[in-house]
């Protein structure tokens, strides 16, 4: 008679702030944890740094996942037709595929950084039988605040993308709102100019496809003094000036988002 393989404990980065101070607050309550990190091969320089700072700080190894073929190879498959929040395919292909594949057929307990003042969010529940999802934090009474302080005290504090972005995830990801667009083209005016090349004007049809809805990112980028005026009068009117805070708050407001990739 074969063996049983015993359960597998896995934790998934996405390189944004809840996962990674899941991974510190369960280092020790799971020492046979293994932490992986799927990588788009479009991810932001500050993420790839946040995750192997926090390789470091785990003092183990984060195994990082990619797809076999890259998004290109997808846009293709879809008809060039860009990844939107209602035809995710990036986040299938990209993500989902190459952790179910991780996983195979081993019994799984996956941990998920959903905070318990966000119960609205479900996280990804996978429809492997073989999978079953914990939520610590929310099991624990976590908050925002406790994962500030979990993150402060280990020395690691916050990715450093939240100086001009709510959260991790492609340079070009669709979930970004206009104000972001704005901290890419200037933060990193050479993954600005890639995300444009992706955008599309079908003169058959007279269809254009922009990651922005209503606008190219040209078009975007010319209205970026009107975007960032229109952004700090509405920061004035909650009262809120750091520009950090703000990001942190938009972070917890979007129960669309895409929890693999960001959370
Ligand atoms: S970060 Fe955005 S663009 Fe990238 S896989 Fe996730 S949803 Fe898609």
């Given at each position: 008679?074969?063996?049983?393989?015993?359960?597998?404990?896995?934790?998934?980065?996405?390189?944004?702030?809840?996962?990674?101070?899941?991974?510190?607050?369960?280092?020790?309550?799971?020492?046979?944890?293994?932490?992986?990190?799927t990588?788009?091969?479009a991810?932001?320089?500050?993420t790839?740094?946040?995750?192997?700072?926090?390789?470091?700080?785990?003092g183990?190894?984060?195994?990082?996942?990619?797809?076999?073929?890259?998004?290109?190879?997808?846009?293709?498959?879809?008809?060039?037709?860009?990844?939107?929040?209602?035809?995710?395919?990036?986040?299938?292909?990209?993500?989902?595929?190459?952790?179910?594949?991780?996983?195979?057929?081993?019994?799984?307990?996956?941990?998920?950084?959903?905070r318990?003042?966000?119960?609205?969010?479900?996280?990804?529940?996978?429809?492997?039988?073989?999978?079953?999802?914990?939520?610590?934090?929310?099991?624990?009474?976590?908050v925002?605040?406790?994962?500030?302080?979990?993150l402060?005290?280990?020395?690691?504090?916050?990715?450093?993308y939240?100086?001009?972005?709510?959260?991790?995830?492609?340079?070009?990801?669709?979930?970004?709102?206009k104000?972001?667009?704005?901290?890419?083209?200037?933060?990193?005016?050479?993954?600005?100019?890639?995300?444009?090349?992706?955008?599309?004007?079908?003169?058959?049809t007279?269809?254009?496809?922009?990651w922005s809805?209503?606008?190219?990112?040209?078009?975007?980028?010319?209205?970026?003094?009107?975007?960032?005026?229109?952004?700090?009068?509405?920061?004035?009117?909650?009262?809120?000036?750091?520009?950090?805070?703000?990001l942190?708050?938009d972070?917890?407001?979007?129960?669309?988002?895409?929890?693999?990739?960001?959370?």
């Open positions: 008679m074969s063996e049983r393989k015993p359960v597998r404990h896995l934790l998934g980065l996405s390189g944004g702030k809840d996962s990674a101070a899941l991974a510190i607050y369960m280092r020790d309550k799971v020492p046979e944890m293994e932490y992986f990190f990588d788009t091969g991810e932001l320089p500050e790839l740094a946040f995750v192997d700072l926090l390789e470091d700080l785990l183990k190894e984060i195994v990082r996942l990619n797809s076999s073929k890259g998004f290109d190879h997808y846009l293709k498959l879809h008809a060039n037709y860009l990844p939107s929040a209602q035809q995710r395919w990036c986040t299938i292909n990209l993500k989902l595929k190459p952790f179910e594949q991780f996983v195979g057929e081993d019994e799984i307990i996956s941990y998920v950084g959903i318990a003042d966000e119960p609205h969010r479900e996280g990804y529940i996978s429809t492997k039988p073989n999978i079953k999802t914990r939520f610590p934090f929310r099991e624990d009474g976590l925002r605040d406790d994962i500030i302080r979990i402060e005290e280990s020395g690691i504090g916050l990715p450093k939240y100086n001009w972005r709510s959260r991790s995830g492609c340079y070009f990801c669709f979930y970004q709102r104000i972001e667009w704005v901290g890419l083209y200037e933060s990193h005016p050479d993954l600005f100019e890639k995300a444009k090349e992706f955008e599309k004007f079908d003169e058959k007279g269809k254009r496809y922009t809805q209503g606008e190219s990112l040209d078009e975007l980028i010319s209205r970026k003094d009107e975007i960032k005026q229109k952004f700090s009068i509405e920061n004035k009117k909650k009262n809120q000036n750091n520009l950090m805070n703000v942190l708050d972070d917890d407001d979007d129960g669309e988002a895409c929890l693999i990739c960001m959370k």
